[in-house]
């Protein structure tokens, strides 16, 4: 069949497409490109698009937003790792479900397939706990708070921690244990891989996961740690700040939404509103979410609202993308994409220097 694709008066602007038969062997990147066409697939198309733009640009600062547990549905070992060990991701937000989550595996507990239809009366009899169509042994979670409990009391006794850091000091600490006890614990732990990248792992509500839990159940030991949370505000907007300040840009990329996506958006505000900083926003909003925006959920926020809070550059505004649909189809989606398309880029290793990027904000706050 000829290509009848031709441009002329009012569509001459216009790119067409020429729709093409699926074969057999298709990559990844090759599916996507040639055959996501339109509504959300293209969504798709131009996300995985503007995030290999971002992965090949070293001056980009990529932070990235993870909501729920999506850990536990296998993201972190198909998308997160892969995107944290090719330099592709500098710092982190997450819930502390998802960090709680994280270390199962590493003490011999697994997810397993089970059934969104469930009697949940009789799951629990048997020891089973159930996120929606995933299992987890409730002996699972047992192992996990006495792990979380052990590991920082041994932390504190070695002074590798102390009392009001921010969550990222604690959860690079508890990676760095886990790559102590096993070398190849970043190939499946998301914490082990912060702390062998030195990518800044940041929770937006410690006290509403496992390991907040846990924090607080030490003070019957009289063992007191507590995270002191205005230095992961100051630790995340300096990232950002100092990605503008050598001349460079800030991207976000949100899994799902809730609190994290507003902890990394916030840094923003934070510069401009509050420290008298003069920003004008992030410059690259990339975000994959199910939530609709009508119903005023922080989730379903749309990027040209983050823009009447200063969050995102409003001359950025066109090239922003939100893929409504289901994380845990697109972002191994995305990652595949990406590494299919770009070389591994140059760590910034945020956690290592962020003492310093820390004082600069504040000295430049001061100014």
Known sequence: MQNKCKKSGAISSYNCFSPKNQSAGL??????????????????ADACKLVSRIANDRNITVGLSISGALIPAGVGYSSIIPLMKHGFVDWIVSTGANLYHDMHHFLGHEMYRGNHVSDDSLLHKDGIVRIYDLYLESQALYDTDKFIRESIKKLIGRKSLKNGQSSSDLHYQLGAYMLEMDDGADEYSVLAAGAKYQIPIHCSAPADSGIGMNLAALIKENVFFSIDQNYDVLETASYVHNAKKEGGSSAVVI?????PKNFLLQTEPFINEVLGIKDVGHDYFIQFTDARPDTGGLSGATPSEAVSWGKIDPNKLPGTIVCYGDCTVYAPLVTQYVMDSCAPREMKNLYQSKGQIVKNLLDDAKS
């Open 255 to 259: 899994l799902g939404g809730g609190s």
């Open 27 to 44: 990559s990844i990147k090759n599916l996507i490109d040639n055959h996501f066409i339109a509504y959300n697939a293209r969504q798709l």
